[in-house]
């Protein structure tokens, strides 16, 4: 093991579990992300009962998760170089200081001015925990045992989002919203003392820190500005979009206007700045590329879907969110049984080998959710979760075992910051694709189905005849004809988004052999 390990480049000296067993390091530092990751998925669920308890319309309410999403977005990136300039463990330290503090103010919100500030601190607090994490585990595990490393981390960032909006319904439902806030405060304490206690800042760490401010050291503000004004631009347009009507929208118009040239600037002047804040020039691996392309689409898989299948159980089929919530649920049991035994798995496979065929089941579980109809089970969904789930742990370990081949192990920071953030983004994109595609899906199909809503069609003018005389009135007759028609048109609606994500999909597996990884090129 020691000789393998010797052989990767890997020998110990950036391990942030010091004496200790990594797996007890782990064990410690996924408390905190768990922590962060399932907020998220809570509060997107009590949405409603927060918008009703602050007395405002739920609209205004979602500034609340986007003011929540700009903060985060704009923190991972850099992250990697906060953690180098105050110290790994302090930063982590310090971002789950600053999460739980934001979480107490959260639960004491009077209104929701007060409440999105709380948010904008959760965020800043917790876009340092994965990232930071990531880095820990990539640090502390060689080469040939991060994918058992990660299977860890994967129940953590994979897991925690399918069970949260079943967990955040149950609390809302059976507490408080309060309370979906509250609970973070233990967790969070207990999480600052065993971070503290258990890991350690290695002293190669500590001697880079010490030689970059003997050097000086280069803020690069510049790029901070322009990555802040892009990202805050891109993820109001990508969350606000459909909700204020797009171009339409002087908002959207200027959140793009800003997205394009923010993160056009970035770029330019990230590629070219000796030290860049955000690690834009790791793309130019193409090992690492793909990785992150991968991720992005990984992102969208999870949390698209974590979105758009309760929406379609409730709207459709008429389920409680909780119950929508369980279909979830259900499929990421099976998630939590494939993590240990794909990591396994991919210290001993080439990840290629696992990564196509579960593309190919992700495909395959939206071909099975786009066959569905008004006429389907609750048991029908689930089976298509659990295709789904079963296959993401066999995408997430590998991806992120595969990005770090042949990077220098002091980028890991910078790759675990990128690799986080197209996760999360891929999420935000994923979110709007579906919905914008849903709303205007379900006009098409409305649309062409009330064409042949009338007189001469024989069909129509039997069933409205027919209803007229079992309810006794017109009006109540085509009342519910047209409920039938909304039903059937977002079923419709849900089905075309559905064919659009099975191809996205399908689109990544030819990049799949263009992956260089640890049991294919050993050289």
């Known amino acids: 093991m020691a000789a393998r390990s010797a052989a990767s480049g890997w020998d110990g000296s950036r391990s942030a579990a010091g004496n200790l067993s990594p797996w007890l390091m782990t064990a410690i530092v996924s408390v905190a992300t768990a922590m962060e990751i399932l907020d998220v998925s809570i509060a997107n669920v009590s949405l409603s009962n927060i918008a009703g308890s602050l007395s405002v319309a ?32 302090r930063y982590f330290l310090f971002s789950i200081a600053i999460f739980t503090a934001a979480s107490l103010m959260c639960a004491l919100s009077p209104n929701l001015g007060f409440l999105i500030v709380a948010r904008v601190l959760q965020g800043i607090g917790g876009g340092g925990l994965a990232p ?19 299977a860890a981390f994967g129940m953590v960032v994979v897991v925690a989002p399918i069970v949260g909006p079943t967990i955040g319904g149950y609390i809302t439902d059976s507490i408080s919203w309060h309370w979906i806030f ?31 401010y003997r050097r000086g050291l280069k803020v690069d503000y510049i790029g901070f500005i322009f990555t802040a004004i892009g990202l805050a ?9 459909q909700t ?36 834009v020039h790791l793309l130019k691996i193409p090992n690492f590329a793909i990785s992150v392309l991968m991720m992005l689409m990984l992102g969208m898989l999870v949390f698209g879907t974590i979105q758009i299948v309760p929406q379609m159980l ?36 080439d990840a ?43 995408l997430f370990i590998p991806i992120n075992t595969v990005a770090y081949v042949g990077l220098p192990p002091e980028d890991s920071d910078k790759a675990s910051a990128m690799l986080n953030f197209a996760r999360n983004l891929g999420g935000a994109f994923g979110i709007s694709i579906a919905q914008t595609l849903l709303a205007r899906r379900e006009q098409f199909h409305q649309w062409r ?27 109540q007759a085509l009342a519910v004809i047209y409920r039938m028609v909304e039903k059937q048109s977002a079923m419709f609606a849900y089905v075309d988004v559905y064919y659009v994500l099975m191809w996205g999909v399908i689109v990544i597996l030819p990049m799949i052999p263009f992956l260089k990884t640890v049991h294919g090129n050993r050289g």
């Open 352 to 394: 290629r080998m696992l990564l196509f065929p579960a593309f190919v089941m992700q495909a395959a579980s939206f071909w099975h959710f786009s066959d569905m109809s008004t006429q389907s089970t609750f048991w029908g969904a689930v089976l298509g979760r659990f295709y789904q789930s079963v296959a993401l742990p066999f």
């Open 58 to 89: 739920q609209e205004k309410a979602t500034w609340m998760v986007t003011s929540y999403l700009v903060a985060n977005a704009i923190i991972i990136p850099i992250s990697g170089f906060l953690s180098r300039a105050i110290g790994r463990k």
């Open 449 to 475: 189905m009330t064409e042949g809503l009338n007189m001469l069609n024989s069909q129509f003018s039997t069933t409205l005849h027919q209803l007229t005389q079992s309810l006794g009135s017109r009006t």
């Open 244 to 279: 204020e009507n797009w171009f339409e929208s002087d908002l959207i118009v200027t959140t793009a206007i800003l997205a394009a040239v923010g993160l056009t600037a970035m770029a330019i002047w990230e590629t070219l700045h000796d030290d860049p804040i955000v690690p």
């Open 233 to 241: 631009g891109l993820l109001i347009t990508l969350d606000r979009g």
């Open 182 to 212: 509250l609970i973070n405060v233990p967790v969070g304490v207990l999480s600052l003392f065993l971070v503290s206690l258990l890991t350690v800042e290695p002293k190669v760490l500590v001697e880079e820190r010490k030689e970059r």
């Open 314 to 349: 409730q709207q459709v089929y008429g389920y409680t969110a909780y119950d929508a919530g369980l279909a979830l649920t259900f499929g990421g049991f099976a998630a939590i049984v494939m993590m240990p035994l794909t990591g396994v798995l991919t210290s001993k496979i």
């Open 132 to 150: 930071v994490q990531q880095s820990m585990i990539t640090d502390s595990f060689p080469p040939h045992k991060r994918g058992q490393a990660f």
